[in-house]
């Protein structure tokens, strides 16, 4: 049997990298898929990819109206709603001194205010128990150079995940976060060019952990089907790193 079979799920930022690879492996898995991102051409193109299972929902998650549309799409849609992957973020590689006050508040907004606003709607509308996954990052964990918005946001994420796990976990909803390394993706790329770097010497410094390599979207993607599934039946409240040893 499938480990998503019958489930209904929303994956934020699905349009691209590990959102695109999770909604992907969600479908494979026998889930019904909305995938919600800024990028509606891009949401439409990986819905196409998995076809009557999956519905595209251009959305902003920092905002209100936005989040609960698409969680009033995956209800009306698709029956209910059993897996909620908070996933879209943002990075501005900045220090304090050149972080531009907006780019803060931007940041802020597109990977934590999300979080809370997404889950404020999805969890009513989980009625029979469910899973929520919340991306936060290795930065999340420790502090990094040039990110002080997104490392920030990221231990905010990972936190709000712990908090949200105690809430609800008498309502049968587990919550816990995916933590990942530096994964191949058009984020890592546009790091690269923030920084104004070579991409080759960037990728290089990504791949310089134990496992001597950044990570694959796929390879995210798995860790957050065990977390949306019932293989993980028992956890909640996790921080779950996914990196080839890079924080160890
Ligand atoms: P990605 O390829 O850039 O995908 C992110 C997606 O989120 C894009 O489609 C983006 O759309 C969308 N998005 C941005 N702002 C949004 C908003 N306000 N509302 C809805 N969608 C929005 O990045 P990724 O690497 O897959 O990152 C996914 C998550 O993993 C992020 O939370 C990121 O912080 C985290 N992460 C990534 C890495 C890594 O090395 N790649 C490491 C640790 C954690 P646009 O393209 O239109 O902006």
């Not at 040039?146 to 990221?154: F, G, V």
């Not at 309502?171 to 530096?182: E, H, L």
């Not at 496992?211 to 993980?232: C, H, K, N, W, Y």
């Not at 039946?233 to 779950?240: C, E, M, P, Q």
Request: glycine share 12%; net charge negative; hydrophobic share 45%.
């Amino acid at each position: 049997m499938n480990a998503l079979e019958g489930k209904v799920a929303i994956v934020t930022g699905g349009a691209s990298g590990i959102g695109r690879a999770t909604a992907l492996l969600f479908a494979a898995e026998g889930a019904k898929v909305v995938v919600a991102d800024l990028d509606g051409d891009g949401a439409e193109a990986t819905a196409a990819r998995i076809g009557a299972a999956a519905l595209a929902v251009r959305a902003d998650v920092s905002s209100p109206d936005d989040c609960e549309n698409v969680v009033r799409t995956a209800v009306e849609r698709f029956g209910g709603l059993n897996v909620l992957f908070n996933n879209a973020g943002i990075i501005r590689r900045s220090t304090a001194l050149d972080l531009g006050v907006e780019d803060w508040d931007r940041v802020m907004a597109v990977n934590v205010r999300s979080v809370f606003l997404m889950c404020k709607y999805a969890i009513p509308a989980m009625t029979g128990g469910g899973s929520i996954v919340n991306t936060g990052s290795g930065w999340g964990l420790k502090g990094g150079g040039n990110a002080l918005s997104y490392c920030a946001s990221k231990a905010a994420v990972v936190n709000m995940t712990r908090a949200l796990a105690i809430d609800h976990a008498a309502a049968g909803i587990r919550v816990n976060s995916v933590n990942p390394g530096d994964t191949d993706t058009p984020m890592l790329r546009d790091e690269a060019r923030q920084l104004g770097e070579d991409w080759a010497a960037f990728a290089a410094d990504a791949a310089d952990r134990p496992m001597g390599r950044a990570g694959t979207p796929e390879e995210i993607a798995q860790a957050v089907l065990f977390l949306a599934s019932d293989a993980s039946s028992y956890v909640t409240g996790s921080a779950l790193v996914v990196d080839g040893g890079g924080l160890a």
